[in-house]
């Protein structure tokens, strides 16, 4: 089992940054690839950015890419999002995922634990 606790959302103003966190607990961690999905209302989750378990390969949405960057600690437990130059449709709950291989994947399916989310809401 593993336990995602996912904090640093809030409310930014376009062109704007926040920084999420994921703090894992459980399994070894450090053998666990994650990932950061979003899901605003009325549509489906979607992928964002995901990294294997030593944070040597990192993956983007096309969306997102050059503006967030995905990284982890793994003495501490912990995953980050630095999301910078926010954009209204970048509004969204994000969630913290993680899987039980190694590798990152890119679709939801593939991830077997989630956090409960944290909200971003960026103004225009």
């Known amino acids: 089992q593993v336990q995602l606790v996912e904090s640093g959302g809030g409310l930014v103003q376009a062109g704007g940054s926040l920084r999420l966190s994921c703090a894992a607990s459980?399994?070894?961690?450090?053998?666990?690839?994650m990932g950061w999905f979003r899901q605003a209302p009325g549509k489906k989750r979607e992928f964002v950015a995901a990294?294997?378990?030593?944070?040597?390969?990192?993956y983007y949405a096309d969306s997102v890419k050059g503006r967030f960057t995905i990284s982890r600690g793994n003495a501490n437990n912990m995953v980050y999002l630095q999301m910078n130059s926010l954009k209204p449709e970048d509004t969204a709950a994000y969630y913290c995922?993680?899987?039980?291989?190694?590798?990152?994947?890119?679709?939801?399916?593939?991830?077997?634990?989630w956090g409960q989310g944290t909200q971003v809401t960026v103004s225009s």
């Open positions: 995922a993680a899987r039980g291989g190694g590798n990152a994947q890119t679709n939801p399916a593939n991830y077997d634990y």
């Open positions: 459980g399994r070894t961690f450090s053998s666990t690839a």
């Open positions: 990294t294997n378990w030593s944070g040597s390969s990192t």
